[in-house]
């Protein structure tokens, strides 16, 4: 295998969302404030050394609220992607390589997913499934993003189905089982990793969007969308909350989607 | 690929420069305000859709608060809080207060054109007291003290079982057409305005009725519209798209130009409260709750939430009902963490619990409420979770089927008795979703709505406004102040006792 060069995408997407992540992991321990306390004698106060990013109108650092908005915001995201990359993974693999009736009747269901706008169909799971809640924006952003999992990695698959390795291993008396993890699997992952990366900051953005509906979140917790909610209701008295943390999302997005690119990017000079 | 980069830097720096010129100060450049066409019609712009347009059916304060404009009864309320003939010209009472009688008023129109008749009024009066022939239980449960109606020419005689000093208080109820079944869609009334269209979840469309009997509104059309977001509100009004919005909050108001806004102030007449549901646990024992008193910081939440702005209330009443009011209730529990968990390992929980606190998204001073409970709480050990809801799932779950631990609204009185107040919180109530339960209240209600002299009457009221709090049914916190922004050029806003916005007495002035 030749060498792999990092280039320049990557490694500048890497540091945006290192940072972020870095940053967002020790708001999980630690946070200069805490994110719920209120102070009367402290309200809208503008960014300042004590409150890097001001204070909201119960007196509340918003720069601690990000760091846990955003944890909130990655934690949905990762699990919203893990749901819909493995299943997707699981329906694109089945599709893919055995073809043929289940094939057609999966990949119509999944057109039929697709042809819903992605919100409007969350919106519906959730009113199907119960309380607004974290875990069933989760659930419902999931099933919202299987299908473009499916798609893609039902096309690697079939692209791989009759290939001279696959093949050979099948006349070695190989299960299919063993065939798709081991043999195939592992041969999608440039596919993959990128559909992971957009798939990524499509539910960063899902999440905000929901959130910002006024679904997902419960006061007083935070995630970004929820806090760009609140920070649009103030816009005019403290307009560095929409600004902080509309920046903190577009830079997360921004970072992901350039690992994205770099990732494509190398894949292409490999192969 | 370096073009999408590009793309997104752009978007990027788009983004930077569009927040930096919301964030600039002073606004240099007002948003444009809409010429106003006609000096004859109002946009007012309020929080919640409307419940059921029938009066007698309506629960929803915001309903009643518009629909105001649209009923009458015998009598109706003045801005004094006084009772005035309506579409009777004239009261009396006779046989020591057992005994009312009506003298209806000559060609008083309703809205479909057709004269006020007695199988009206009989009618509406029979409706609300569950006396018409379909057997419904009474809507109004005051009015199964009625014992006989009887209508003669234009006298109606209304007789009671006992004597009920607040009867007439009662009659407010809107008198509507008998053979009309439209009301839920197309409500028919007597009032200063008529109904003319309703878009749900959009607006409401009130038109002067011309043929009024009594002084006519100055506008020809006022706009109800609902706007279910606090800062839509907001914007409604910079844009010139709302003339006037009740019920707002300091930090809505502060966000006004003020060479285009005056704000108005006055009391919204309300009891807001942590309201328990004393059947579930562990709100059904009384540390618990008295604990609950004792933790919850009403001043705090004033200062923190509503900018110092309301009044502090320890009871299911407030100041604007006079003499009925017990002011000394108010700081029965003072903000003691210490004697609040000390009641907590009373009642076995020495080390707090969790529980819910159920709110409507809608209306933000509630949820901002909630917010500001949930962190004093934190202090006691309770730990509070916020359940948002949308405000139909809430009357039909927490106020219909009492399914909530806990929730915070504001709950009104639509006349003037301290009966429609504390009513609720007796065991046979159909409204009284909190589930109190306590037969020494029941017993004092029916004290109360026997008693024949009104000093005696007000005791009773005022004895069972100090059980409610001694007893903390629920957490009281404050009569919210009523910010009401109001469009330059507007006048005549009156404030009423009652959860009400009268769009009769309002006019341009230019």
Not at chain 1, 49 to 59: K, Q, Y
Not at chain 2, 39 to 48: D, R
Not at chain 2, 225 to 235: A, F, Q, Y
Not at chain 2, 351 to 380: C, R, W
Request: hydrophobic content about 45%; glycine content about 8%.
């Amino acid at each position: 295998m030749r060498k792999r060069k990092i280039n320049g995408y990557l490694l500048v997407g890497l540091i945006i969302t290192g940072a972020l992540l870095l940053m967002t992991l020790i708001g999980a321990f630690h946070t200069p404030w805490d994110p719920n306390a209120m102070s009367a004698t402290e309200k809208f106060q503008a960014p300042s050394l004590a409150h890097l990013f001001g204070t909201d109108r119960f007196g509340r650092d918003i720069f601690s609220r990000v760091l846990k908005g955003s944890g909130t915001t990655l934690a949905i995201a990762l699990a919203t992607v893990a749901i819909g990359a493995v299943v997707g993974t699981l329906v694109g693999a089945v599709t893919g390589f055995f073809g043929g009736v289940v094939d057609d009747a999966l990949m119509r269901l999944n057109d039929a997913l697709t042809a819903f706008p992605s919100i409007l169909l969350a919106l519906l799971v959730i009113s199907i499934v119960g309380p607004e809640n974290k875990y069933n924006v989760v659930l419902a952003l999931g099933i919202v993003f299987i299908p473009s999992f499916a798609r893609v990695t039902r096309t690697a698959f079939a692209g791989l189905r009759d290939a001279n390795y696959i093949t050979s291993a099948r006349l070695m008396g190989a299960s299919n089982g063993r065939i798709l993890l081991i043999h195939m699997l592992p041969n999608t992952a440039r596919v993959l990793l990128p559909a992971v990366t957009i798939g990524f900051n499509n539910a960063v953005l899902a999440e905000a969007s929901m959130s910002f509906l006024g679904i997902g979140v419960t006061p007083p917790d935070a995630s970004l969308g929820y806090l760009l909610k609140e920070a649009q209701s103030m816009l005019a008295l403290a307009p560095w909350y929409a600004l902080c943390t509309g920046t903190v999302i577009a830079l997360l997005v921004f970072g992901v989607g350039l690992i994205g690119e770099g990732l494509q990017k190398m894949d292409r000079e490999v192969a | 690929m370096k073009k999408k980069i590009l793309a997104v830097i752009l978007v990027l720096g788009m983004l930077m420069a569009l927040l930096a010129a919301c964030g600039r100060k002073g606004g240099e450049t007002p948003p444009a305000v809409k010429e106003r066409t006609t000096a004859n019609e109002i946009t007012i712009g309020i929080a919640q859709d409307l419940d059921s347009l029938d009066p007698h059916l309506a629960v929803a304060a915001g309903t009643k608060e518009v629909m105001f404009n649209v009923f009458e009864g015998l009598v109706k309320p003045t801005s004094d809080g006084n009772l005035v003939p309506a579409v009777a010209s004239n009261v009396s009472v006779e046989d020591g207060g057992l005994t009312y009688v009506f003298t209806l008023r000559q060609g008083v129109k309703f809205h479909n054109g057709k004269t006020v008749e007695m199988q009206d009024v009989l009618y509406s009066v029979r409706r609300c007291a569950g006396l018409l022939e379909d057997g419904a239980e009474p809507l109004v449960p005051a009015l199964a003290v009625i014992a006989d109606i009887q209508g003669e020419g234009d006298t109606l005689t209304i007789t009671l079982s006992e004597p009920n000093l607040e009867f007439l208080a009662y009659m407010t109820l809107a008198i509507l057409p008998a053979d009309y079944d439209q009301q839920a869609t197309a409500p028919v009334g007597t009032g200063p305005f008529k109904f003319v269209s309703r878009a749900a979840q959009d607006n409401v469309v009130l038109e002067r009725f011309d043929d009024y009997w009594g002084t006519p509104a100055k506008l020809q059309k006022v706009t109800f519209k609902i706007i279910e977001d606090e800062s839509g509100l907001v914007r409604g009004l910079q844009s010139g798209a709302l003339d006037l919005v009740s019920h707002m909050t300091y930090t809505q108001i502060s966000q006004l130009d003020k060479n285009d806004f005056h704000v108005e102030e006055g009391s919204m007449n309300l009891v807001q409260a942590l309201y328990l549901n004393n059947s579930v646990k562990p709100f059904d024992d009384v540390r618990v709750r008295q604990a609950l008193c004792y933790a919850i910081d009403k001043q705090g939440i004033i200062d923190m939430a509503f900018d110092g702005y309301g009044i502090p209330l320890g009871t299911s009443m407030f100041p604007s009902f006079g003499k009925y009011y017990d002011d000394s209730l108010t700081d029965y529990y003072p903000h003691d963490v210490a004697k609040a968990k000390e009641l907590l390992a009373q009642a076995g929980y020495p080390n707090g619990f969790e529980m819910t606190i159920t709110v409507p998204s809608n209306y933000q001073p509630h949820v901002d409420t909630a917010q500001v409970i949930v962190e004093q709480l934190k202090e006691t050990g309770i730990t509070a979770t916020i359940i948002p809801v949308e405000w139909d799932t809430w009357l039909s779950d927490v106020y219909g089927k009492s399914e909530f631990q806990s929730t915070i609204t504001g709950l009104t009185s639509d006349n003037m008795t301290a009966r429609k107040l504390l009513e609720r919180f007796n065991t046979q109530a159909g409204n009284n979703f909190t589930k109190y339960n306590n037969p020494k209240y029941d017993e004092l209600f029916a004290q109360a709505v026997a008693a024949t002299d009104d000093a005696a009457q007000t005791a009773i009221y005022r004895q069972m406004e100090r059980h409610l709090t001694e007893n903390a049914a629920n957490v009281y916190i404050q009569d919210m102040a009523d910010l009401v922004a109001v469009r330059n050029g507007v006048k005549g806003l009156t404030f009423y006792p009652l959860y009400v916005l009268d769009v009769s007495t309002l006019y341009w002035d230019k």
